[in-house]
């Protein structure tokens, strides 16, 4: 659908304003009592294999660091293409997720792997920057061959008001992810849940991204104090959702940061399951952001499987 | 597909064959035995006593003697030494007093184990600290006991209302003699355990098992002082004639039929969260219920399709199930009238729809139900089904929601949702109802009082007014 068919009106920073605003309310205390409800599922046996094993389809394996090189890159593709030395029917991860500049060498270490490449981009993780180099970091990117590009949204024009502003960006965004030839990269929008503050922000920054093309809304860059929490994701989950009810379209969500343990990788899998429905339960639409994550899943899968806890020694480090 | 599977509660409860009555300290000889069932099973758990006039005479008795000669005489600094003791160890042997209660009474284990046992601990902290400052509850310098407290508690929760009346009771130096509902008595008679754990004077805690006859030989008995009840507005009625002319001061903690008001302007993810907890709550075996689902006409639509879909996600089954969110319903009587109760409200005009879930072979059980289009004169706007079941009516306007939902004989309790505040203040303080939730729904605290207008009786329980009902001005 159209967004100006969506919004029912000219688009103008008064009519997304007015739209944005429009959309329920959400309680704080109600919207957390529920995550914390969900969050005492108790997930055992075949239920607790077939999440680990999902969990790690759904990772996006992650470094984002300063002092990332190839041969980090590298390392990190090789635990992703092989994530259990004894296991060949381990899962593996959806994709590894880097910066813009380390898209060559993962794309050659993953080789024909389906392992896809994501790249952050658009002066991740503050996007403060011009349009201009939002866009060539953009294009770099996927010039590079990244199969999904992380883009952040100008929380600083959100926070004043300014959605059109936001929803140009990211249009542009779409546009850049464009190939010529083959497919165009896959977009997630970065909100930074932990930037906008109020769940009623959280919930109009899901719409507004929606509207403005996402194939994903993901919650943060790692990057600062607050990142991916349970009540955060359901809310995300929720707009997915409703936005399917309205428009027809499945849009993704992509939790990132702070979620290290199989636990929690349950539980978010448990308010997937309850909150947007089971067709959400793939790779294609759900996703983690994580790098700490996958050695605990994986050592819990261990466990499940040999009926042993090996401990940290037994699984690489990456 | 992500099913969960089996998550079952370890059985960490043991009964004994048979129970005696809790009489002065120790339990009798188990006589005139009737068995006690899992209602999600049917299978029987204990073989309990029914008492008889004879058994609450000596119970009576116990208690009056444990008053004059030792708990009346304890100051309320002891007296609060042991209310804390039992506090600890219901905490110490909180799984188990989760799991009893869960097989007896067929609430899943969840409910139990976060919320029942939980909140009657928590009645006994708070009012373990009221014990020694009773010149604080409002009555003056030095108030008094009242005696002999006669307390009948019912099924539907029934550790926490023994709780509600225990410890207030007990914190203002009356004795007691309790009886639980015939269906449920197990965790009462795991209680009589803990107070001899507790090593609490003989007498001052005396529990008598056993049906209506037992109930009402208990509230009739002349040397009692207080009456406390909470149960049906039926049983309610008779008690309050029963009660009449003597001077036994009386609490009743009767039925309710409560509003739950959805405006347009609700945070309404949340509002469904609370319209499914506030009447799927332990199967709507809650007097404060929100039974009566009042939503605005412009989203009724909308809210429907959304709460139908949650209805969808209701995990009904073994209680024992951690994932479990509906269980069974309490007796094979209750389920009649439930059963009866729908099928008369759909023949005057109720749409009602349940979502698909198995039904376990034994035991009693019924799936979560709305039933849509619901006029106010329908029976199931007016009755209180006490059971999985919403009663959605629309309305169109505020003043329309108030006298929607005033237009019931009961006046327990009320739920408003809306993001407007003046509003919500407005009509909370239209509405004739005990407890007025906003943006939520069943929240209990040990420091808020609890309690009725009209046919949903009179008194409160909990906080500082709580007290006053066990307390009378110092001489």
């Known amino acids: ?318 | 597909m992500f099913d969960y599977a089996p998550a079952p509660e370890a059985k960490l409860a043991s009964f004994q064959k048979s129970y005696g009555h809790f009489i002065g300290g120790k339990f009798t000889k188990p006589a005139n035995l009737y068995p006690t069932i899992n209602p999600a099973t049917e299978e029987v758990l204990a073989q309990i006593s029914h008492g008889t006039a004879k058994d609450v005479d000596l119970a009576v008795k116990a208690a009056r003697s444990s008053f004059e000669k030792v708990w009346g005489k304890l100051s309320g600094a002891e007296r609060g030494k042991y209310l804390y003791r039992i506090a600890r160890i219901m905490q110490e042997r909180a799984r188990e007093l989760a799991v009893a209660e869960t097989l007896n009474n067929g609430k899943p284990i969840k409910e139990t184990r976060d919320f029942d046992v939980p909140t009657a601990v928590s009645w006994f902290f708070y009012y373990a600290g009221w014990a020694d400052k009773l010149d604080h509850a409002g009555l003056g310098h030095n108030p008094q006991a009242l005696g002999v407290a006669a307390q009948v508690v019912p099924w539907n929760f029934p550790l926490m209302m023994l709780a509600w009346k225990i410890a207030p009771a007990l914190a203002a130096g009356n004795t007691i003699v309790l009886k639980p509902s015939e269906t449920t008595p197990l965790s009462a008679l795991l209680f009589a355990e803990i107070c001899q754990q507790a090593e609490l004077p003989e007498g001052v805690v005396n529990i008598v098992t056993g049906f209506g006859d037992t109930g009402a030989a208990l509230v009739g008995h002349k040397d009692v002082n207080k009456v406390a009840f909470t149960g049906s507005t039926e049983v309610g009625k008779i008690i309050a004639k029963q009660v009449a002319g003597s001077n036994k001061k009386v609490t009743l903690e009767l039925g309710g039929k409560a509003a739950n008001i959805v405006f347009d302007d609700a945070p309404i993810d949340q509002a469904i969260e609370g319209v499914i907890n506030g009447i799927f709550f332990n199967q709507g075996h809650v007097c404060c219920a929100g039974s009566r689902l009042l939503i605005q006409e412009s989203i009724h639509d909308e809210f429907i399709k959304k709460l139908k879909r949650r209805m969808n996600t209701l995990r009904l089954g073994n209680p024992m199930d951690k994932n479990t969110d509906v269980g069974a319903i309490n007796s094979a009587d209750q389920l009649a009238k439930i059963k009866k109760l729908v099928k008369k409200g759909v023949s005057e005009g109720g749409e009602l729809w349940q979502p698909e879930c198995k039904i376990p072979r034994n035991g009693f059980w019924f799936a979560p139900a709305i039933v849509d289009n619901v006029s106010p004169a329908n029976t199931v706007a007016r009755e209180e089904i006490f059971g999985p079941v919403l009663s959605v009516i629309t309305f169109r306007t505020p003043a329309e929601a108030v006298t929607k939902a005033n237009n019931t004989e009961y006046g327990l309790s009320a739920g408003i949702w809306t993001e407007k505040g003046s509003k919500m203040l407005k009509l909370a303080d239209q509405l004739n109802a005990g407890v007025i939730w906003s943006n939520t729904f069943n929240q209990f605290d040990p420091t808020s009082p609890f309690g009725g207008f009209k046919e949903s009786g009179y008194g409160r329980e909990g906080g500082r007014q709580g007290l006053l009902s066990y307390l009378k001005a110092g001489k």
Not at chain 1, 203 to 218: C, E, P, V
Request: proline letters at 4%.
């Open chain 1, 1 to 318: 659908m159209q967004a100006e068919e969506i919004v029912g009106s000219r688009l103008t920073n008064q009519s997304l304003s007015r739209w944005l605003h429009s959309l329920p309310g959400v309680d704080k205390v109600g919207l957390e009592a529920r995550a914390a409800s969900l969050a005492t599922r108790s997930i055992k046996t075949t239920s607790k294999v077939w999440g680990l094993d999902m969990a790690i389809k759904m990772m996006d394996l992650t470094t984002l660091e300063g002092m990332d090189t190839p041969q980090r890159v590298r390392s990190l593709c090789q635990k992703a293409m092989t994530p259990d030395m004894d296991d060949p029917e381990c899962p593996t991860p959806a994709a590894i997720c880097v910066y813009g500049d380390m898209v060559p060498h993962a794309k050659a270490a993953l080789g024909k792997s389906k392992i896809h490449v994501a790249a952050v981009a658009t002066a991740f993780p503050s996007g403060r920057a011009s349009m201009k180099v939002k866009l060539q970091d953009t294009k770099d990117a996927v010039a590079f061959g990244a199969d999904e590009i992380d883009m952040v949204i100008d929380r600083g024009a959100f926070l004043s008001g300014n959605y059109l502003e936001v929803f140009k960006q990211i249009q542009a965004v779409k546009q850049a992810c464009q190939r010529p030839k083959g497919k165009p990269a896959h977009l997630k929008v970065i909100l930074e849940t932990g930037e906008l503050q109020t769940y009623d922000n959280i919930r109009r920054a899901s719409y507004l991204a929606m509207l403005a093309g996402a194939d994903f809304i993901k919650t943060s860059t790692g990057k600062v104090t607050v990142n991916a929490t349970l009540p955060i994701t359901l809310l995300m989950l929720e707009a997915v959702r409703d936005w399917f009810d309205q428009t027809g379209e499945l849009i993704g969500v992509k939790p990132a940061g702070g979620i290290r343990t199989a636990k929690d990788a349950l539980r978010y899998l448990v308010v997937v399951k309850e909150t947007a429905g089971e067709r959400w339960l793939t790779p294609e639409l759900f996703r983690f952001g994580a790098s700490s994550l996958l050695n605990d899943v994986l050592m819990q899968r261990k466990k499940l499987l040999t009926k042993t806890y090996l401990g940290p020694d037994y699984v690489s480090v990456d």
